[in-house]
C-alpha cells in the first residue's frame, strides 16, 4: 500500500496547513532507517521509544501568517510576519 494518511488544506491556492499520521512501528522505522543508511546506534534514543510499543500519533502544522497574508492579498508571507528568517537572517 503506496498511500499515506497525510492531508494538506489549500485555501485560494495556498497551502495553510498540513498534517499527517506519523510511522509508530518500531521494526518498519528501523527498516527505513537502514534503508537512507542512518545509523541506529545515532538514534537508539529515538528507537527506544517506539520498541515497546507507541499507539498511532500524528500532527499537523497550522500557518496563520499563511492566512492573513491571503487575507490582505499580500504575495509574500515575509511581509506579514514578524520577524522573517532567511539564509540571510537566522536570528532576530
Not at 543508511?37 to 534514543?45: A, G, Q, R, T, V
Not at 492573513?68 to 532567511?86: A, Q, S, Y
Amino acid at each position: 500500500n503506496n498511500l499515506t494518511k497525510s492531508f494538506d488544506l489549500i485555501w485560494k491556492g495556498t497551502e495553510i496547513t498540513t498534517g499527517a499520521q506519523r510511522e509508530h512501528r518500531y521494526k518498519i522505522l528501523k527498516e527505513q532507517a537502514k534503508e537512507k543508511k542512518i545509523s541506529l546506534k545515532l538514534i537508539k534514543d529515538y528507537l527506544n521509544f517506539f520498541r515497546y510499543g507507541c499507539p498511532p500519533h500524528g500532527g499537523f502544522g497550522f500557518s496563520p501568517t499563511r492566512i492573513l497574508m491571503l487575507l490582505l492579498g499580500i504575495k509574500n508571507v515575509r511581509e506579514v510576519t514578524f520577524l522573517p528568517r532567511d539564509t540571510q537572517r537566522l536570528t532576530p
